[in-house]
């Protein structure tokens, strides 16, 4: 699986972006994809991520209420829209997916709780 990022940039405290990520090579319909992100000095972590199936969504605490991930029908894509945008969400985003697992909200998990298999290169945003 191959992941391509696109969408990062610069904006200013209070504005949007959308990060997009597509997906191409090995396909499984069942996945998590998400975005993670590497803020400076600090490790990397879950922003959002969705289920392939049923489309079920998991934030990071951090971002829920401003940040929304979506996936469209039928394609291997995932998109992070980012609103009210503070200093402290910029950073490298990363694109990630995980393939052939069951959705882990049956279990009541969340899709945070996977190794992922597959990463994008990264994408900056920057928040000034």
């Known amino acids: 699986v191959q992941l391509v990022e696109s969408g990062g940039g610069s904006v200013q405290a209070g504005g949007s972006l959308t990060l997009s990520c597509e997906a191409s090579?090995?396909?499984?319909?069942?996945?998590?994809m998400g975005w993670f992100r590497q803020r400076p000095g600090q490790e990397r972590e879950g922003v959002a991520t969705?289920?392939?199936?049923?489309?079920?969504?998991y934030y990071s605490d951090s971002v829920k209420g401003r940040f929304k991930i979506s996936r469209a029908a039928g394609e291997n894509t995932a998109d992070l829209e980012m609103n009210s945008l503070k200093p402290e969400d910029t950073g490298i985003y990363y694109c990630?997916?995980?393939?052939?697992?069951?959705?882990?909200?049956?279990?009541?998990?969340?899709?945070?709780?996977?190794?992922?298999?597959?990463w994008g290169q990264g994408t900056q945003v920057t928040v000034s």
């Open positions: 990630a997916q995980v393939t052939s697992v069951p959705d882990p909200g049956e279990a009541g998990g969340t899709c945070f709780a996977y190794e992922y298999m597959y």
């Open positions: 090579g090995y396909s499984s319909t069942h996945n998590c």
């Open positions: 969705i289920y392939s199936i049923g489309g079920s969504t």
